[in-house]
């Protein structure tokens, strides 16, 4: 099933998290993050920050704080089965420190095809504010639907 281009400019749920030093440190350990200014506050503080700073990568992780985050795809009727993860770009405006309330406020941004319809691509956008309005960053990820019963 073709993925409508009509969905460009959907927003979909926000999702707000308050960033807790623990979940800083367990998400540091889990990518392999060695610099240890994202694990100990002491060397945090020495670098010049009040607080854990975030890793770079855990924004993109802040979605999936969800009951179902992959549900707006269900909805468009996209097969989960057939959904890869082809790329996502982040663009920092500022830094995120545990403490932080963070809101991730995702959009459709772009649907196209490639290959005959064999390779659909949805492109998601998303702003992370703080709760003072602020921003944080500007995500972008790109999914692949792979659609076997089109020849390419």
């Known amino acids: 099933m073709a993925v409508d281009p009509a969905i460009i400019g959907t927003a979909l749920p926000p999702t707000e998290l308050t960033v807790d030093a623990g979940r800083l440190r367990f998400f540091a350990k889990a990518i392999g993050e060695i610099n240890p200014v994202f694990t100990d506050a002491a060397v945090a503080a020495a ?39 082809g790329e996502q770009r982040f663009t920092y405006h500022s830094l995120a420190h545990a403490g932080d309330v963070l809101t991730v406020r995702p959009t459709i941004g772009d649907v196209y095809t490639k290959k005959n319809g064999a390779l659909e691509f949805i492109v998601k956008q998303a702003a992370v504010t703080r709760a003072d309005g602020s921003v944080v960053a500007d995500l972008t990820s790109v999914l692949v639907v792979q659609n076997p019963e089109v020849r390419p």
Request: proline share 10%; glycine share 6%; charged share 20%.
């Open 47 to 85: 670098a010049g920050h009040a607080t854990l700073p975030v890793p770079p990568t855990f924004l993109f992780a802040i979605e999936l704080e969800q009951s179902d985050p992959f549900a707006w795809l269900a909805e468009i009727g996209v097969d989960l089965r057939r959904v890869l993860h």
